[in-house]
């Protein structure tokens, strides 16, 4: 979508962990059982969608084709016209985005917080005391055996160190976004892509309060035209998710 990005990732796959990934062996509880239940369902949700394909992106560094094919094939529900903006949106190279960098503990923790989907998915971790078993590698060795679940054995080491990697990766990225060339190419991509929210398609919505004004008006009634840079300020909007 964004010419000034195609290097980023140089083409780059890391076989071995596109594959650890893929398979649901990366060592983060929620995304393997994420990736786990999309290959016995061809469904997920949108949140953990949008987390299993930043995670493949921004903490292996891998370009996002390929993990891209992959959730194409595998989604019952795959419209590419929907399906590869978000792909690039969620890898942080569309330019009109947010770049967020999903963190697969803290997901877990907001989105399965009884360790119920995780636990039916990944049964090496099904005694694995609760206040572990997001970031299960942190359990003692002692009670890693005594759980049945050796990290290295039973269950696979993350990939990489997660808050690291995507920090990284957002370094990276921003020092993209932060270059002149891309100002020009990220204005074409949001006249292009971007969302349009028409007066005529907008009405006005009423609130406790009595009308709430359209959005896109400033408070003069004038056209707010705050996003008509994307890449005015390339830090704003950055997210540790």
Same mark, same amino acid.
């Given at each position: 979508?964004?010419?000034?990005?195609?290097?980023?990732?140089?083409?780059?796959?890391?076989?071995?962990?596109?594959?650890?990934?893929?398979?649901?062996?990366?060592?983060?509880?929620?995304?393997?059982?994420?990736?786990?239940?999309?290959?016995?369902?061809?469904?997920?949700?949108?949140?953990?969608?949008?987390?299993?394909?930043?995670?493949?992106?921004?903490?292996?560094?891998? @370009?996002?084709?390929?993990?891209?094919?992959?959730?194409?094939?595998?989604?019952?529900?795959?419209?590419?016209?929907?399906?590869?903006?978000?792909?690039?949106?969620?890898?942080?190279?569309?330019?009109?985005?947010?770049?967020?960098?999903?963190?697969?503990?803290?997901?877990?923790?907001?989105?399965?917080?009884?360790?119920?989907?995780?636990?039916?998915? %990944?049964?090496?971790?099904?005694?694995?005391?609760?206040?572990?078993?997001?970031?299960?590698?942190?359990?003692?060795?002692?009670?890693?055996?005594?759980?049945?679940?050796?990290?290295?054995?039973?269950?696979?080491?993350?990939?990489?160190?997660?808050?690291?990697?995507?920090?990284?990766?957002?370094?990276?990225? @921003?020092? %993209?976004?932060?270059?002149?060339?891309?100002?020009?190419?990220?204005?074409?991509?949001?006249?292009? @892509?971007?969302?349009?929210?028409?007066?005529?398609?907008?009405?006005?919505?009423?609130?406790?309060?009595?009308?709430?004004?359209?959005?896109?008006?400033?408070?003069?009634?004038?056209?707010?035209?705050?996003?008509?840079?994307?890449?005015?300020?390339?830090?704003?909007?950055?997210?540790?998710?």
């Amino acid at each position: 979508m964004l010419p000034a990005f195609a290097a980023l990732h140089e083409e780059r796959l890391d076989t071995g962990r596109f594959e650890t990934w893929r398979r649901g062996e990366t060592g983060w509880p929620m995304v393997d059982a994420c990736m786990r239940w999309l290959a016995a369902t061809g469904w997920l949700n949108f949140r953990m969608r949008a987390m299993a394909m930043s995670v493949s992106s921004l903490h292996p560094w891998n @370009h996002w084709r390929e993990p891209g094919l992959h959730l194409a094939r595998e989604f019952l529900d795959y419209e590419p016209g929907i399906h590869w903006p978000q792909v690039q949106m969620q890898s942080g190279v569309t330019g009109i985005n947010a770049v967020r960098a999903y963190n697969p503990v803290k997901q877990a923790r907001d989105h399965d917080p009884d360790g119920v989907f995780v636990r039916r998915w %990944i049964p090496a971790l099904a005694r694995v005391p609760h206040d572990y078993l997001f970031e299960p590698w942190t359990l003692p060795a002692p009670a890693q055996r005594e759980a049945g679940c050796v990290i290295g054995r039973d269950y696979p080491a993350p990939l990489v160190d997660h808050v690291s990697a995507s920090r990284e990766a957002l370094r990276r990225i @921003h020092a %993209i976004r932060a270059s002149g060339e891309i100002r020009v190419q990220s204005q074409a991509v949001f006249e292009k @892509h971007g969302s349009r929210h028409g007066d005529r398609e907008r009405p006005a919505r009423r609130t406790r309060a009595g009308v709430r004004p359209r959005r896109g008006k400033g408070a003069a009634g004038k056209p707010d035209t705050r996003r008509a840079d994307p890449s005015s300020d390339p830090t704003q909007g950055s997210l540790f998710d």
